[in-house]
């Protein structure tokens, strides 16, 4: 990801949305932070995605460094590290969940379509409380009318 002086292909904005965020990781990684409350590098590398450590470190800082996501200590644990979204990180609970539903709606995935219907039908709603959980750092996995969004 280029650093904010860099220079970036074009002026477009899409462009440049994907320059930062333009890899499936850094996306898995933020879903993983909004939606199912993952804080530590080991939530993530089991996320059952595959990721190798490698990169998982790698998108974790380059997430960092586009201010994306920060690393606070644990309050418990000073020597363990949790990450956090930004606001900047938040900002794309939009299009994480715009994201979300055309996938379920075009190709074949796990995602129930009750589910997928339930979230069209209440976005607003959806998107509150995705804020609500991150503003009082509720780490709990998202879920629609009681039900969880991902296992």
């Known amino acids: 990801?280029?650093?904010?002086?860099?220079?970036?292909?074009?002026?477009c904005p899409v462009s440049i949305a994907l320059e930062v965020l333009g890899?499936?990781?850094?996306?898995?990684?933020?879903?993983?932070l909004m939606i199912r409350g993952y804080r530590t590098f080991k939530e993530f590398e089991a996320s059952g995605e595959g990721i190798a450590t490698n990169i998982l470190a790698d998108r974790l800082q380059r997430l960092e460094q586009a201010g994306i996501m920060a690393r606070e200590e644990d309050e418990n644990d000073g020597r363990k590290l949790n990450y956090r979204l930004t606001g900047k990180g938040i900002d794309l609970a939009p299009v994480l969940l715009e994201l979300l539903i055309w996938g379920a709606?075009?190709?074949?995935?796990?995602?129930?379509?009750?589910?997928?219907?339930?979230?069209?039908?209440?976005?607003?709603?959806?998107?509150?409380?995705?804020?609500r959980r991150w503003e009082n750092h509720d780490p709990t996995p998202l879920q629609v009318n009681g039900r969880w969004i991902w296992p």
């Open 1 to 11: 990801m280029p650093e904010k002086n860099a220079k970036r292909r074009s002026g």
């Open 23 to 32: 890899d499936r990781w850094s996306l898995l990684i933020i879903r993983d």
């Open 105 to 131: 709606r075009h190709e074949k995935t796990d995602a129930p379509c009750a589910l997928i219907e339930q979230m069209v039908s209440s976005r607003v709603r959806l998107l509150a409380e995705v804020r």
